[in-house]
């Protein structure tokens, strides 16, 4: 499976938009990219993913560059609820592989 | 109702003890997987199974033995517990064997003295 890198942290203001990178250069052409979190204690969660086309679910948006070299997930209006580690993993025809993540704080 | 459960929540034993944690879920789905979760927050897998079958079995060591009695059940039993096993739990299951979309059970935190 490709590497994904992200940022280890970000902050983002309460009713803003949280906009997570992930670069993932070495994607192959039938290599997906999902995103899922973990709020403190929890089990992670899935959100969304993707392959080529941007995709839109209720909870976020997927945002993947042409080359397919990286992708943004979206909040769209984040909440104090939304404060967890966002893994972005590539690949996962039979496994997801977790990176570290970025660990979203929202900010009141 | 909860989607994929796990008992026990938590589960602190001694160091070469034998233990289980049991997984169910009531989503109908046809895969489940165990992963682990060690202190410094890595999560990975273990084993994955589709319809019963073992599909997935990473490097883990052969103390650790899956069973799945049905697909809505997989349990983890691990023999001669050490203290390197201390660690966060997780089964999850998807619908197929492609894990587009998994779903994650509470996890079960074992902690061996």
């Known amino acids: 499976d490709a590497k994904t890198t992200q940022p280890t942290s970000m902050d983002c203001a309460e009713g803003r938009a949280a906009n997570l990178p992930c670069n993932h250069s070495t994607i192959s052409g039938n290599e997906y990219v999902y995103w899922y979190r973990q709020i403190h204690s929890q089990g992670p969660q899935y959100i969304i993913h993707g392959l080529k086309n941007n995709e839109t679910n209720e909870m976020a948006s997927l945002i993947i560059t042409e080359d397919r070299k990286s992708s943004t997930l979206i909040l769209p209006h984040a909440t104090l609820r939304d404060t967890a580690v966002y893994y972005c993993?590539?690949?996962?025809?039979?496994?997801?592989?977790f990176g570290t993540g970025t660990r979203l704080t929202i900010i009141p | 109702d909860t989607a994929v459960s796990q008992t026990p929540k938590y589960l602190v034993t001694q160091m070469g003890n034998d233990k289980s944690i049991k997984c169910e879920q009531n989503l109908g789905h046809d895969t489940m997987y165990w992963y682990k979760q060690d202190s410094k927050k890595f999560l990975k897998i273990m084993f994955s199974?589709?319809?019963?079958?073992?599909?997935i079995n990473e490097t883990v060591p052969n103390r650790f033995s899956p069973k799945s009695p049905d697909k809505a059940h997989l349990n983890l039993h691990i023999n001669s517990l050490e203290l390197g096993d201390s660690a966060v739990y997780f089964c999850a299951s998807s619908k197929d064997i492609t894990p587009y979309e998994q779903y994650f059970g509470p996890g079960t935190r074992l902690t061996v003295t």
């Open positions: 199974y589709n319809n019963k079958e073992l599909i």
């Open positions: 993993i590539v690949g996962g025809n039979e496994k997801l592989t």
